[in-house]
C-alpha cells in the first residue's frame, strides 16, 4: 500500500515531527510537508527517511503567516492518484484531507491556537492591540477547520486528553493510539547531578516555573533543551525573556542532535516539565525509557503516563512544589540510585514503536476495507 504522511513543517522537530518520521520509516510512507531541515532530520536519526520527504513550496516563518500558507497549501493538494493512503499528522495540514481520500488524521492537539489556548494567549501572550485581530482570525480559521473536518474519513488522537478535546471542538469521536518512543534506544546510567527539560520555547511550556523552582535551588543543576523557530516572533520573545531570568546554576541548550539528547536522558538525575494541559507528551515517555524519574503537572496527557512509581505528578503547580518534589525525589535517589529505574523503563515499554505501528496498521486495514477503524 503506498501511504502518504502530511506535516505542517519539518524545519524545527518536536513531538509532532517526530511521530511524522516514524511513520515514514515503519510504512515505508513519503511525507509532503513545507519547510525542511534536513540536517535536523539527519542528526535526529532519521537520515534515511529523507528521500521520501517532500516540499509543497515553503513558508515565512512568523505565525500567523506561516500557519496560514500551510494551511492554504494543503487545501489546494491533490495526490489522490499516486497513494492509497494519506495520514494527516500536523494541525495546520489537516486541510489537505479535502482532496486526499482515504485518510485519517493522526491528531497530536486540534488546533489548540483556535480552541484550548484561546484564553491563555489572550491572558499571558499578546499584546492588547494584538487581541482584536487574534479574535478575528480565530473566527475564520475556526469555520475553515470545521469544514475541513468534515473531510476526515478517520480519527485518530494521541491520548485521552487530545479525544475530550475532539470530541467538544468537533463533535467527533476518536481512537487512542499513543504516540510511539523507540525504547530500545535509551539506557539508564546513574545520575550526573543535573535534571533534564526538553520542551520547544513557547509560553505555555511555562519555562519560567523551571527557572524559578531552581533560583530555590542553588545546589541543583537544570539543563534546558529548548527548541525554538529562529525568526518566529513568539519564540524569539519567549526565549529571550526566559534568557533573560536564567539563574547560573541552569543551562540552556536550543538544539542538540539524537545522540546528544539520548545521552543527556542517560546522565541526567531526573525530567522536569512543567507544560500547561499537555496533549500528551512524548518527552516524559523519552525520560521514563531511560529509567529516570518525571516531575510533572498533574493536567492532561501526563495523568495517562506518569504513575506514583516513575515519578510525581503536582496539582497546581508552583516553583515552590517543583522544587519541594525534586528534593523529595533526590533524597530517594541519594539512597539508592536506580529507585526508579525499572518502573519507569517498564511503564516506557507500553509505547514501545511496536505497539504503535502495529495499531496504526489495524487502523489503516480497517479503514481501506470499510470496516471499524477502532482500535
Known amino acids: 500500500m503506498n501511504i502518504a504522511v502530511f506535516n505542517n513543517f519539518m524545519d524545527n522537530i518536536g513531538g509532532s515531527e517526530m511521530v511524522t518520521l516514524f511513520l515514514a520509516r515503519e510504512l515505508n510512507a513519503d511525507i509532503y510537508t513545507t519547510n525542511i531541515d534536513a540536517e535536523k532530520i539527519k542528526k535526529m536519526g532519521f537520515a534515511d527517511v529523507l528521500g521520501r520527504i517532500h516540499s509543497i513550496g515553503r513558508v515565512p516563518r512568523k505565525a500567523p503567516f506561516r500557519h496560514q500558507l500551510a494551511f492554504w497549501k494543503f487545501r489546494r493538494l491533490d495526490l489522490s492518484g499516486k497513494y492509497d493512503f494519506f495520514i494527516i499528522s500536523g494541525e495546520w ?20 491556537e483556535l480552541w484550548e489556548f484561546g484564553g491563555f494567549l489572550r491572558k499571558y501572550v499578546l499584546a492588547k492591540w494584538h487581541i482584536p485581530f487574534y479574535a478575528a482570525w480565530v473566527w475564520v480559521n475556526r469555520r475553515l477547520t ?24 468537533y463533535g467527533k469521536e476518536s481512537a487512542i493510539i499513543n504516540p510511539p518512543v523507540d525504547a530500545s534506544g535509551y539506557e539508564w546510567r546513574e545520575g550526573s547531578g543535573y535534571w533534564l527539560s526538553v520542551s520547544r520555547l513557547t509560553a505555555h511550556k511555562r519555562i519560567e516555573l523551571q527557572m524559578e523552582a531552581f533560583r530555590r535551588l542553588p545546589h541543583k543543576r537544570l539543563v534546558i533543551v529548548g527548541s525554538y523557530e529562529s525568526g518566529a516572533a513568539q519564540f524569539e520573545s519567549y526565549k529571550a525573556r526566559i534568557e533573560k531570568m536564567k539563574p547560573e546554576n541552569v543551562k540552556l541548550l536550543h538544539w542538540v542532535d539524537a545522540d546528544k539528547l539520548r545521552t543527556l536522558y542517560a546522565e541526567c538525575d531526573g525530567f522536569v516539565t512543567t507544560t500547561r494541559d499537555e496533549d500528551f507528551g512524548m518527552n516524559v515517555v523519552e525520560a521514563m525509557a531511560a529509567g529516570k524519574p518525571v516531575v510533572a503537572p498533574n493536567e492532561g496527557g501526563y495523568r495517562e503516563t506518569v504513575t506514583g512509581e516513575t515519578g510525581m505528578l503536582i496539582d497546581g503547580i508552583t516553583a515552590e512544589k517543583i522544587a519541594d518534589a525534586i528534593e523529595e525525589i533526590s533524597e530517594r535517589l541519594r539512597k539508592n540510585p536506580a529507585h526508579y529505574r525499572d518502573a519507569c523503563v517498564e511503564r516506557a515499554r507500553a509505547f514501545d514503536i ?19 477503524s477502532r482500535v
Open 354 to 372: 511496536g505497539a504503535f505501528t502495529e495499531k496504526i496498521r489495524t487502523a489503516i486495514e480497517a479503514a481501506d476495507s470499510g470496516g471499524d
Open 93 to 112: 495540514a489537516m486541510s489537505g484531507a479535502l482532496r486526499n481520500h482515504p485518510n485519517m488524521w493522526y491528531v497530536h492537539g486540534p488546533l489548540n
Open 146 to 169: 470545521l469544514s475541513y473536518a468534515r473531510s476526515v474519513d478517520v480519527w485518530v488522537c494521541n491520548s485521552k486528553n487530545t479525544q475530550g478535546r475532539i470530541r467538544r471542538y
